[in-house]
């Protein structure tokens, strides 16, 4: 069963970034599934790395549509997913460093990471793109 599906509730209204949500969220749950059929160190740290990477995509992607568009909070946009990819980087740090173990709380946190990005700054270009 995966950790989390996409809902409505999450949609930015936006297909490329709902679509790019749906993505996070698929490696977010591969992460979740290789972590309880305890998959060897370096097969997460692989998830790890492909959560990180994509998300990088996903927010450079967000940035220039924005960016073109005019979206007024754009550094503070940009000033987020900063620190998200900080959170993001240093769990995988911690983790290749034998520091972190992926548990529940792990997922949580990862789980917590995405839907706050997505409901506590999406959502507010949400209106913007869509105008
Ligand atoms: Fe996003």
Redesign the pocket.
């Known amino acids: 069963m995966p950790l989390f599906e996409w809902t409505d509730k999450i949609a930015v209204g936006v297909t490329v970034?709902d679509n790019q949500?749906k993505q996070l969220i698929a490696i977010i749950n591969e992460l979740h599934d290789a972590m309880k059929e305890r998959r060897a160190k370096d097969v997460l740290s692989g998830i790890f790395l492909k959560l990180e990477n994509y998300t990088k995509t996903?927010f450079h992607h967000?940035i220039t549509v924005l960016k073109s568009a005019g979206y007024p909070d754009l550094s503070e946009h940009e000033n987020q997913h900063r620190v998200l990819i900080e959170k993001l980087a240093d769990l995988r740090e911690k983790f290749d460093s034998g520091s972190l173990f992926v548990s529940t709380e792990t997922m949580n946190f990862l789980k917590d990471w995405l839907v706050n990005?997505?409901m506590g700054h999406?959502k507010k270009y949400s209106g913007f793109l869509k105008d």
Do not use: A, G
Request: glycine share 0%; net charge negative.
């Open positions: 970034f949500h996903h967000e990005h997505i999406d």
